[in-house]
């Protein structure tokens, strides 16, 4: 259940969002492309990062470069 304190993490780094261009999901809705977001966790695959919703979301990263 370490998800439920990734809100109240440390940043590690941050990331801009590059684009928004999905193929599977919407993900303009809770990104948009210029941000820089926080991010909380992070696996291989994806960045877990605090979004417009204010909430940890989970995203690929090749929406995103490290600044």
Do not use: P, S
């Amino acid at each position: 259940m370490i998800h439920n304190t990734w809100q109240n993490k440390d940043t590690i780094k941050q990331v801009k969002c590059v684009h928004t261009n999905a193929e599977k999901y919407m993900v303009n809705r809770a990104l948009t492309v210029g941000n820089i977001y926080e991010v909380k966790n992070e696996t291989e695959e994806f960045l877990f990062i605090i979004d417009n919703t204010g909430k940890v979301g989970g995203y690929y990263k090749d929406y995103f470069e490290a600044i």
